[in-house]
């Protein structure tokens, strides 16, 4: 039986599914490297890094450990840097007769809280989302293996995308439950001069205010925010990279620089950012609303914001600001990849050499 062409260009290769020790023995005459260590069959699927002499293996708890840690690096320090940027539009969008515009609302906030005025929030800001890229991207890899191996090598190849969407949203759904309170306290300090300076003193009177249960008000939007975001955001991500691998690359993934490769991801993270802006950001005006006001209801925010306010209120902002975030993202999670001595994320999956193509559709 012929391997289907489309397991061969998969970026979830077919015999990644499989302990076969035949499987194993032509994966590793195909992938690895000569070496002395070699001194008996492979446990798993090791992937050389692109200069690093170092193995991780991939799937194992080093491997999501990796992920994990890359995670925080890449969305807490990203959303970090892009406080001020933030902070006007969460503004825009909760008082947007004061906030009329972009630059406008920097002039705002410089003349009524100067300099130190646009990185107020940066803590929790720092703190939740690296809570969530830890989950994000750590359980991404876990439930994309995960649905992989429940949909079997055929099916994992022929749907890949579907098994890129739901192992983003699985991934989601846990990652906002760790970014929620965090994300509830930013925004009421960022919207509500006077209300607190930082976490220390927001988070108690928080608390205080709203009850513990408060923090977790405005999960349903940011779930309604995050989850549609991180699936375009990794799907999209993933297809736009193995197109520019396929089409505007002339050299193979695995001879190109680790340079050109990190900027392979930056470029495909922007591209995917964009995505997510438009497709996200109904919600984002929604939790904005409901962080900002104590008591209102999802119903309060579309009748004040009406339905065109919901989809483009603060949109060209967020547009600029998720486009360099994500991309930033990336850059940053597939740099600590290598770093490790992990290949960066996507790609075109070799192909298999002829004269080993009969073996692994019989094995």
């Known amino acids: ?19 076969s020790s035949k499987k194993s023995l032509v994966l590793e005459k195909m992938v690895a490297s000569p070496s002395p260590a070699n001194g008996g069959a492979p446990k798993g699927f090791l992937v050389p890094s692109p200069s690093e002499p170092g193995k991780i293996e991939m799937y194992s708890p080093a491997f999501y450990a990796a ?44 003349k009524e809280q100067g300099l130190r005025g646009f990185f107020r929030g940066w803590v929790p800001t720092l703190l939740g989302y690296s809570a969530q890229g830890a989950c994000k991207f750590g359980f991404y890899e876990f439930f994309k293996k995960y649905y992989s191996d429940i949909a079997g090598p055929e099916y994992a190849a022929k749907y890949k995308t579907l098994i890129y969407l739901a192992g983003s949203a699985s991934a989601e759904v846990i990652a906002d439950v760790a970014l929620c309170p965090m994300e509830a306290v930013k925004v009421r300090v960022q919207t509500q001069p006077g209300f607190a300076r930082g976490l220390s003193d927001g988070f108690p009177k928080f608390i205080k205010s709203e009850g513990a249960l408060g923090l ?58 964009v995505f997510c802006a438009v497709v996200s950001h109904p919600a984002d005006n929604l939790v904005s609303f409901l962080n900002n006001a104590k008591g209102a ?11 065109w306010g919901l989809f483009t209120r603060g949109l060209p902002l967020r547009i600029v600001m998720i486009g360099t975030l994500t991309g930033a993202q990336w850059g940053l999670y597939d740099a600590f990849k290598v770093f490790v001595g992990l290949p960066t994320t996507g790609g075109v999956a070799p192909v298999a050499p002829a004269s080993t193509t009969p073996e692994l559709a019989e094995a």
């Open 1 to 19: 039986m012929a391997t289907p062409e489309s397991s061969r260009h998969s970026l979830i290769p077919s015999f990644l599914y499989s302990s």
């Open 67 to 110: 992920c994990t840690a890359g995670g925080i690096l890449s969305c807490g320090l990203t959303h970090m840097a892009v406080t001020p940027l933030d902070l006007v539009k969460c503004n825009m969008q909760i008082d947007p007769t004061k906030y009329k515009s972009i630059s406008s609302g920097f002039g705002v906030l410089l």
């Open 216 to 273: 977790y008000k405005g999960i349903v939007p940011l779930w309604g925010r995050q989850i549609p975001y991180t699936m375009m955001k990794f799907a999209s991500f993933e297809t736009i990279v193995e197109m520019l691998y396929k089409h505007a690359i002339p050299t193979p993934k695995d001879q190109c620089s680790k340079t050109l490769q990190l900027g392979v991801s930056f470029a495909g993270g922007y591209v995917a950012g």
């Open 297 to 307: 209801t999802v119903g309060d925010a579309v009748k004040k914001l009406g339905l």
